[in-house]
């Protein structure tokens, strides 16, 4: 069964341009959350997604928007990007339930110069 | 507000010795607790849970004990090895209603295993 599937893996941008990462969970997983890891932060929460509804927000600013396609797909958008965006963005795929937890993708690395 | 700590940025042990990794929490209404571990450039990987109603659980080398009074968790791996080398995450579960459930993350803990 094909994994998490995260698009593109490496990304280099210019401050002030916005960036769309793409998300593709295990099939039949309808839910889909985003994570930003930094070295000092961790993993820092930054929405979920459920049969194409944000259902639960982290304390990102509006900058940081997604979406969820039918198919559950996802791509979260950061627009007017800061040199403090860079970081490794990783999606992580559940099923309705969340007993066991996420199924986390290699996550893309956005590096902002 | 950071409901789940691991104080410990980083541990380093000997081959064949047992590593300890700390997370306190801070939110009684967690009801399950999960480790991650995430090599480099990589995502994080399940390792192993426990619910809130447990006190230990096993699998293999692996063992995480809860103590809810104290609002702690640790994840004992005995014997460590090198390939256990990774940075291991605590999280815990929130349940918002229904199916909706919400993981929170703690900063990780970069395990060192010597050979």
């Known amino acids: 069964k094909a994994g998490v599937t995260q698009t593109p893996r490496y990304l280099i941008k210019t401050r002030g341009q916005q960036v769309t990462l793409s998300c593709s969970p295990i099939s039949g997983h309808r839910s889909v959350s985003w994570y930003q890891q930094t070295p000092g932060q961790g993993l820092q929460f930054l929405f979920e997604?459920?049969?194409?509804?944000?259902?639960n927000k982290g304390n990102f600013p509006g900058r940081f928007s997604g979406r969820q396609f039918s198919n559950s797909r996802s791509e979260m958008n950061v627009s007017t990007l800061e040199l403090g965006d860079s970081a490794l963005y990783l999606c992580?795929?559940?099923?309705?339930?969340?007993?066991?937890?996420?199924?986390f993708g290699s996550g893309t690395r956005l590096t902002v110069v | 507000d950071q409901q789940v700590k691991q104080n410990s940025p980083s541990l380093s042990v000997q081959e064949g010795r047992i590593s300890i990794l700390n997370c306190d929490y801070t939110n009684s209404m967690f009801d399950y607790f999960l480790w991650y571990k995430k090599y480099p450039a990589e995502g994080p990987t399940f390792l192993i849970s426990i619910s809130s109603i447990k006190d230990k659980n096993e699998d293999g080398r692996f063992t995480v004990f809860l103590n809810k009074s104290a609002k702690h968790l640790s994840l004992h791996i005995v014997p460590s090895q090198p390939g256990d080398s990774a940075v291991y995450f605590c999280a815990a579960r929130l349940n918002s209603g229904g199916s909706n459930y919400k993981l929170t993350f703690g900063k990780g803990t970069l395990l060192t295993v010597n050979p």
């Open positions: 997604y459920f049969s194409e509804t944000q259902r």
């Open positions: 992580a795929s559940s099923p309705a339930g969340l007993v066991y937890g996420y199924t």
